[in-house]
């Protein structure tokens, strides 16, 4: 893998840098300047089966397009976009402006079945796409959670003296952009009828003083608790020791927190507007899909969450789930495949933003 820059971008949303403190997993990356990107390709002693590109937006993609053309190399482009409500015209001309520009590429690398949709929407064939854009390794996570189990328990301990307790857990930017404060809400309401709940959102952001001074309030009597920006190695900690993850985003292409909270046997609340839930997410299943402007809907959905006695059959079938369909193992046979069919797959014809979107069946288990 090769990076432009050497350290990751500080965040807007929580104003610092995020790091991912996570394994390579014997994968080798380097940093190498975008002028001396070209000449390392062409003096590469074996040449590549593709490419993967970081966005025609970028400007060392065009140069990078040329060489691999001049040199036969199939070009992938990953993209999480997916689609979207608005139908004005600004969305119109950012469709066509997709549809003219994934011309440019003979293989496409999305999320799921949401990203799929929206390529296949601009008469990119299926042959030509691989879903698994954002994986999670699911043996990982299951490891943190075991080698972090004690930590866990020190954290529902410092939740609630109760082992009863049901806690409920979020992961996200403290922003309008996630939603926290219907969050806040639903766990108002849920409180009435589960008084010994409790709620954890780990992150920053924005909107951090303002949840805790309402986190403060006579009403919620601590059981609102804010730990702030947790490094990705310790989130397991919080993972093995919630019952329920719960994540609201106004929409989202994937949005990992989820898989990776399913991946350690969490059943999840969230909506049809978010990639991983449609993937993941069965209603009553593995979790539930609730109507993010509704905090009712959200407080009924978390309360038949705390109503399932067999939870340790539940994360079973939540963690086979993730390893069959977002697992990175899964992303690596799907790149794979997609290689090995873009030198012979057909070519397409974008469709204009007046056609209408062709309709994919969506199956129980995530895949069209």
């Known amino acids: 893998m090769w990076y432009l820059r050497g350290v990751p971008p500080p965040d807007a949303e929580i104003g610092q840098s995020v790091s991912w403190d996570a394994p390579l997993h014997g994968y080798s990356m380097e940093v190498i300047g975008e002028d001396r990107v070209i000449a390392r390709l062409r003096t590469l002693k074996q040449t590549p089966d593709a490419i993967c590109l970081p966005g025609y937006r970028v400007p060392v993609t065009r140069h990078l397009l040329r060489v ?26 950012r469709r066509l402006f997709h549809a003219v520009g994934c011309r440019l590429f003979s293989g496409f690398w999305t999320t799921g079945f949401r ?51 049901f806690i409920i857990l979020a992961v996200s930017k403290l922003s309008e ?26 992150g920053d952001g924005p909107l951090r003083d303002s949840l805790r001074e309402q986190a403060g309030s006579v009403e919620f009597a601590g059981a609102v608790h804010l730990p702030g920006y947790v490094p990705y190695s310790r989130l397991a900690e919080y993972y093995g020791a919630a019952d329920v993850f719960v994540h609201l985003p106004e929409r989202g292409s994937w949005e990992l927190s989820v ?15 978010v990639g991983a839930a449609v993937d993941l997410i069965r209603d009553g299943e593995t979790g539930f899909l609730a109507n993010r402007r509704d905090p009712r809907d959200v407080a009924r959905c978390l309360y ?13 079938t939540i963690i086979e789930l993730v390893r069959n369909v977002a697992d990175v193992r899964v992303t690596c046979r799907e790149l794979e ?7 012979d797959a057909p070519p397409f014809q974008p469709i204009w933003p007046n056609t209408p979107r062709p309709r994919i069946q969506h199956t129980s288990s995530g895949q069209p």
Request: proline fraction near 7%; charged fraction near 25%.
């Open 68 to 93: 691999a053309r001049q040199h036969g190399i199939p070009t992938i482009l990953p993209t999480d976009t997916i689609p979207g409500d608005k139908k004005d015209a600004r969305s119109m001309v």
């Open 115 to 165: 990203g799929f949709e929206y390529l296949s929407s601009l008469g990119i064939p299926g042959e030509r796409i691989a879903r698994g854009l954002y994986p999670v390794d699911t043996d990982y996570w299951q490891q943190r959670v075991q080698a972090l189990r004690r930590s866990s328990r020190q954290v529902r301990e410092q939740v609630s003296k109760s082992s009863n307790t």
């Open 177 to 202: 952009r996630e939603n926290p404060s219907c969050i806040l809400r639903a766990f108002r309401i849920l409180r009435t009828t589960l008084p010994d709940s409790q709620l954890v959102l780990v």
């Open 259 to 273: 898989a990776e909270a399913m991946a350690c046997g969490l059943p999840v609340v969230s909506h049809e507007e």
């Open 304 to 316: 038949a969450a705390a109503q399932w006695r067999d939870k340790g059959s539940v994360a079973r």
């Open 337 to 343: 495949d997609l290689v090995r069919r873009v030198p």
